[in-house]
């Protein structure tokens, strides 16, 4: 699986900017598409995360400002983030998980992206 995102950039605070991620390769086997992000100095963490029956969840800081979305068609998934905040400053990474199951074990498997920058000015 191979992950590429885009729609970064730089935005003033209340801003909107819309992350979009395209997955290629075995592509049926996602179980999780999620988004993740990370500012300078801090540690990596989620942001949002849809499965492949469409179930969403969202990290607690976002207070409805963030949507995420797929479309399957396209193998693409979004993150709409409207209200942006200079806080929200970071690199954003798509990451896949594939779950492997076999009778004896359930395996999983990480995929990312390179990362897209968000910048958010106040």
């Known amino acids: 699986v191979q992950l590429v995102e885009s729609g970064g950039g730089l935005v003033q605070a209340g801003g909107s900017l819309r992350l979009s991620c395209v997955a290629s390769?075995?592509?049926?086997?996602?179980?999780?598409t999620a988004w993740y992000r990370q500012a300078p100095g801090g540690q990596r963490e989620l942001v949002a995360s849809?499965?492949?029956?469409?179930?969403?969840n969202y990290a607690d800081f976002l207070e409805g400002r963030f949507a995420i979305s797929r479309d399957n068609a396209e193998n693409t998934v979004y993150l709409q983030m409207n209200n942006l905040k200079p806080e929200d400053t970071a690199v954003y990474y798509c990451?896949?998980?594939?779950?492997?199951?076999?009778?004896?074990?359930?395996?999983?498997?990480?995929?990312w992206g390179q990362g897209t920058q968000v910048t958010v000015s106040s």
């Open positions: 990451n896949a998980v594939v779950v492997v199951r076999t009778i004896e074990a359930r395996s999983e498997f990480q995929y």
């Open positions: 390769g075995r592509t049926v086997d996602i179980d999780t």
């Open positions: 849809i499965t492949s029956r469409g179930t969403k």
